[in-house]
């Protein structure tokens, strides 16, 4: 199993940053996609960005030009760097990410999901 381990998560003030992290471990022979999920509440999980092995990105349009996600592949780890928030940005984050065991098996993997509370 591929374990991932998120951080990051916590309170800050309307326009103010934080940068999440999340990284993964075990038996890795690739990783296809490394991405985050929120969920507020009340509602749905929901996409906020996702990165591809070739860096290719993708993010929903409430996040886009305040939030970047990024990756180090070497280390495992993807990263998602978030400024400008707002209290709509509220929510837990989950890390996903997918790929490929040594074992020939693809996976896809959860992080235990991290709190992030915008409010003044």
């Known amino acids: 199993q591929v374990q991932l381990v998120e951080s990051g998560g916590g309170l800050v003030q309307p326009g103010g940053s934080l940068r999440l992290s999340c990284a993964a471990s075990?038996?890795?022979?690739?990783?296809?996609?490394m991405g985050w999920y929120r969920q507020g509440l009340g509602k749905q999980r929901e996409l906020v960005a996702t990165?591809?092995?070739?860096?290719?990105?993708n993010y929903a349009d409430s996040v886009k030009g305040r939030f970047t996600i990024s990756r180090d592949f070497a280390k495992n780890t993807v990263y998602l760097q978030m400024n400008l928030m707002k209290p709509e940005d509220t929510a837990v984050y989950y890390c996903?990410?997918?790929?490929?065991?040594?074992?020939?098996?693809?996976?896809?993997?959860w992080g235990q999901g991290t709190q992030v509370t915008v409010s003044s």
């Open positions: 990165i591809t092995s070739g860096g290719n990105t």
């Open positions: 996903n990410v997918r790929g490929s065991l040594r074992v020939g098996q693809n996976f896809d993997s």
């Open positions: 075990g038996s890795i022979f690739s990783i296809a996609v």
